[in-house]
């Protein structure tokens, strides 16, 4: 019995080792937690445990692993788990993720305490989605086919052949009688092959259109006197690509909206002069300052229906209402003028300014009507401290839409109505406490005014008003990613009244910066530049801000050159427009995110095609983009997070760099990656 108790007691312990490995234990000891390894694979989330007597805390841990519990005493137990669309790159090429959650922990206490901190390795491994695009293409960044392995549309069959005898040959030998037409035509009859028409090319060749192209072809190259037997093959015609319009502005290069929107095709379309009906866009907003230099000529001045609807005399201005909306100086005023800047990204103008001040741009920026027949109507509400008062806002929707208005016992009527009303403003407030400002839009949708309104910039889902009344169109923000398609803009509020998405930019604390630009020797943030003021110095300048209030003006821009154009004739069709021929990101369909997508310029507006050739985009349900790249075969590898995913292959033909969007060819898949479906092959991707 003695020699019996020590194998107990050693099966005990094995026992005990195997149980804690199954269970996947962290390494003790006595003095505290060790640091080790959590290996998710490719499993969401993970359940830790580990044996502890002491406090413990969790003090750093990357964003995209979530800890179900932060901190305790005894026992360590929280779960881990990955979320892998935060993490993945926009290149999407890597396989597995990893990132350290560190836990500081104190055993014991009094003088007898000890403490430290283990430093915990997360590795996830990534799900995987493939497929091929197969027909050759010249594509930007990221999506580059070098060589014709990608299989190509077959071409169409040829209609026959072309024969060319030898000089000096068959042709003299026979006498002047004989000619290639008739040598052909015997050699391809004693072949058995019916010739349903000839043609004679030269004194020597001939064409014969024959059935059986290969039959011919062995027939004739059989004769020695015959130089060349080729097929007679059918030739397409080649689209020939417009040139598209690059602005030569100062700052142009760092304005990447207009391009991502296809405006190079679309400026090229308006040297035709046909954007020649008159159109108005009232800016509702913080009044402009008409002494901008890249503003001259763009606005209706005072005493030319420009309107200052603040009756409070401590608005800025110190006169109430009155014509003249001019965003005031007040002192210690430090912030720009934000009605400035929108107006600047509808209106801006072209080339050279006049009566530039010293230090000053020569040229600045642009704006995206170009040379087309709008103008700017700016109305202020909003006064010199940032603040706008419901009441206000009611009163500039109804006069810029033509309505009169009656303030302090006077009656105001502008003489240029606008068919399009932008409001950059807007805040969370209830429905039933916005009601007022949505009466002013269905009155003003009533007189054919389209309102345009920002979504808001709250990182939520709150609806904001006045975007979410009925009758008003609702534009969230998009920004780069780095990928052929934008992505959301984070800050941009998503809810189910959002129509649109257009270029609002990133928070330029983000980092982002994928428009290429560069400005004293750095890279630009992501941001939208446009026409401002310096306060500080009372004179105009150029300034980056970011928000759906950029991208709002942007819509109403587009809304302005349609009905320029005469595309569209009135707000109902011009909405309609906007939503069809927008480009569809995130889930399928409309969304809370992008509404009915991204707004097109160039398919909006039938812009002549400036580029060629094709490439394939990924984007997430959440609204992420990712840009993985094509081999030599154009077959692409994706390693992503869980979620669904639409796989778009098409063609660009507006020069955006966005491939599969309103009349470009296309081919789209959607697929779910997940733990129970890891990988994915979607095939060969066809853009007809």
Known sequence: MGHMTPLRRSAGLLALALALSACDQLNTNSAGINDRTVALGQKAQQTITVPFSGSWRI???????????????????????????????????????????????????????????????????????????????QVTGLDVITRQEVRTAPAPAARGVIVKYRAGGALTAQGVNQSARTLGRERLTAAGLAVTRQVTLGSQSAAFDVSDVPAALRALRSDPNVEYAVPNVVLRPQATLATPVTPTDQFSPLQWAYPLMGYGAVWRDMESGAYSKPVTVAVVDTGVRFDHPDLQGQLWQPGEGAMDVIADTTNGDGTGADTDPTDPSTPGRTAGSHGTH?????????????????????????????????????????????????????????????????????????????????????????????????????????????????????????????????????????TLSGASAPMHSPFSNAYPQVQLAAPGGADPYSGAKFNGGTFNGAAYPDMILSTSWDYVKNAPNYESEVGTSQASPQVAALAALMLSKGVTTGAEDTVRRLRETATDLGTAGRDDQFGFGMINAAAALNAPQVSSGLGVRVQSSRGLSFQPKLDSTGAFRAFLGEGTYRVTAGSDVNGNGIYGETGETRDERTAALSEESPAVNLGDLTPR
């Open 59 to 137: 003090t750093d841990y990357p964003s995209w692993i979530r800890v179900s519990t932060q901190s305790g005493t005894g026992p360590v137990r929280f779960s881990v788990a990955a979320v892998r669309q935060d993490a993945t790159p926009v290149t999407a090429d890597q396989a597995t993720l990893t990132g350290t959650i560190k836990v500081s922990w104190t055993s014991g206490s009094g003088s007898g305490a000890t403490n430290g901190t283990a430093v915990w390795t997360v590795t996830a491994q990534q799900f995987e989605l493939t497929g091929r695009l197969v027909q050759p293409a």
């Open 342 to 478: 929108v107006t600047g990204i509808i209106a801006a103008r072209w080339g050279a300014n006049t009566g530039v001040c010293a230090g000053c741009s020569p040229s600045g920026v642009v704006g995206a009507t170009y040379k087309a027949n709008v103008k700017v109507l700016p109305v202020r509400v909003i006064d010199a401290s940032g603040n706008a008062t419901e009441a206000d806002v009611t009163l500039g929707i109804r006069y810029a839409a033509g309505l009169p208005v009656t303030i302090d016992g006077v009656t105001f009527k502008t003489p240029h109505p606008a068919q399009v009303i932008n409001l950059s403003l807007g805040g969370a407030i209830s429905a039933t406490d916005a009601q007022p400002m949505c009466d002013a839009i269905a009155e003003a949708r009533a007189a054919g005014a389209l309102v345009v309104a920002a979504s808001g910039n709250g990182y939520g889902t709150s609806p904001y008003y006045p975007a979410a009344c009925d009758g008003a169109v609702s534009v969230a923000s998009v």
